[in-house]
């Protein structure tokens, strides 16, 4: 069975790009903010093993909805990586003090994307079993 990815990117062409790379390996679900993904997350038969999420979105960005899922007792645990168009080591810094997985820039390598990946959830799977 594939593991689900909730892809969060308020690009449409991203949106498709990421579902169109991610989905042959993956089941992607994609939406267009934070507080889509809430919604999504808090539809137990449509909860992710992993969120990939763009750190510039309108309303809730990345950043917030990093800090809130790692904030949540339920959610601290769902690995997040965020990707970004700007290599701002300070946003970097940040999302992985707050317990970010990974902070990607755009653009990236798709395979190396999917590596990374299958690499995070395989560490998280280990871990949960630990």
Do not use: W
Not at 38 to 58: C, G, N, S, Y
Not at 65 to 81: D, E, M, N, T
Not at 99 to 117: M, R, W
């Amino acid at each position: 069975m594939k593991s689900k990815l909730l892809i969060i990117d308020d690009n449409e062409m991203m949106r498709s790009f990421l579902k169109h790379i991610l989905g042959s390996s993956f089941e992607a679900e994609v939406v267009s903010s934070g507080e889509e993904a809430l919604e999504v997350l808090h539809d137990k038969a449509r909860t992710p093993q992993l969120i990939l999420a763009d750190f510039d979105l309108d309303g809730m960005n990345g950043y917030e909805l990093l800090v809130y899922l790692k904030s949540s007792a339920v959610y601290k645990h769902l690995p997040v990586v965020i990707l970004s168009g700007k290599g701002n080591s300070n946003n970097r810094i940040n999302c992985l003090k707050a317990g970010a997985s990974d902070f990607i820039t755009k653009p990236f390598n798709p395979v190396e994307l999917q590596v990374k990946i299958e690499g995070i959830l395989a560490s998280h799977q280990v871990q949960q079993t630990a």
